[in-house]
């Protein structure tokens, strides 16, 4: 598949960096040269440099040829147009990042097939987040029936030092499975082999209503928070403290730009808003950090984030959240007092690419500290997979099956479950063994 990706900036240059460690055909255009320079050095793709929503420079891009086009630029107004150029050119599929309340509701004429805004998507990840306790991922798949969970092994939690295979034996009718290990910025697909350690961020596959044995197992709490604390006043921030606020949760937003902070006042008028500098400790403390369940940290800077929540995190705060623009920070900050990171980028990514696979593929998530993908697709008639089990299906060590629905039922297998037509499957694969997941759809 040709793709064209218009804007090389985070969003942009990490969907090309996916797509092309799939084997795509990518082309990323991007107008600052020193940036395409950049991009051209780093990423396996083709890159060609020019303005995004003129046509002439769409087609030199091979747009002609595409099969979809993803417009992702800083600039509403060069996605829309970029989208408007490819459907001129009769390409299938166009995605736009659209921040603009107004704009979003007039673009259906340029032919924008999917509207992405990766504030809007990062803020309804952070309300799932605080609603569901401590845990540094949460995604639903199978309808909701099956829950995959992300969280970092507490040095306290009993499992340190065991064995998935001995876990497995020391749990009587277990209804989880730990799917991967992300352990200093590697991926490690789950293997009965495979010991937990201290600070692990542990993926974790779970019926719906059996999470609370997974939450037991790490070592972390389920209790929804009540009491947020947000620090930073950009875009996603106010995003954020509207949706917490909308859904009853008491919200008090820190920030220093007098100017900002009136603005806030007067929109969101069920969210406190404190006038001051949210990293300082005397502050944090006057606004009871002690008694929050969640700290946010949602600044525009990755180390003013990364200090609000220590900060917080010694002065007794629950649950702590950083935002990252870099996201290779998060690898390698992964369980140094942190519960969970969020990144706007990464949020719009995964809406992306579950458009991008839609199909036969339900659903994709993607995660900030680990190149694996959660797949769920539904296996087809002419599928490889019928008829066998997980263990004579023998998957390469990047891809683990962590989740089947049957119909109405849901459930997580073993090695014995025989695959059927029909089946939808859950599966956490590297990206070079996406092809392989795939192909069990037939």
Known sequence: MRIVIVGAGAVGSYLAERFALEGQDVVLVESDLERAAAIQGEIDCMVVTGNGASASVL???GLGDADLLIAVTSSDAINVLACNSANTL??????????DTQLKAEVAEFGVDLIIDPGEAAARELLTLVKRGAVSELVEFADGHLILMGAFVSPKASVVGTTLADLRKAV???NWLVVAVIRHGETLIARGSTMLESHDHVLLMARADKTSEAYDLLGITD?????VIILGGTRLARLTASLLSDNGIATTLIDEDRDRCQTIAENLPRVVTVCANPTDPEVLKAEGVASAD???????????NLLGCLLAKELGAGEVIARFTNTDLVAI???AGLDATVSARLSAANEILRFVRRGVIYSV???????????ELAVGPKSPAIGKSLNELDPSESLIIGGIQRGDRAF?????????EGDHLIVIARPEAIAEAERLSG
Not at 294 to 304: M, P, Q
Not at 412 to 420: A, D, F, K
Request: aromatic content about 6%; charged content about 30%; hydrophobic content about 40%.
């Open 59 to 61: 087609r030199s891009a």
């Open 90 to 99: 009769g390409i299938p599929r166009k995605v736009a990042r659209v921040e």
């Open 172 to 174: 009587d009718g277990w």
């Open 223 to 227: 209790r929804a928070a009540e009491k």
């Open 294 to 304: 969640s700290v946010i940290a949602l600044s525009g800077w990755d180390g003013e």
């Open 333 to 335: 900050l992964g369980g």
């Open 365 to 375: 998530a993607t995660f900030s500290d680990s190149d694996a993908e959660a797949i």
């Open 412 to 420: 997580v297998p073993r090695g014995s479950t025989v695959i059927e």
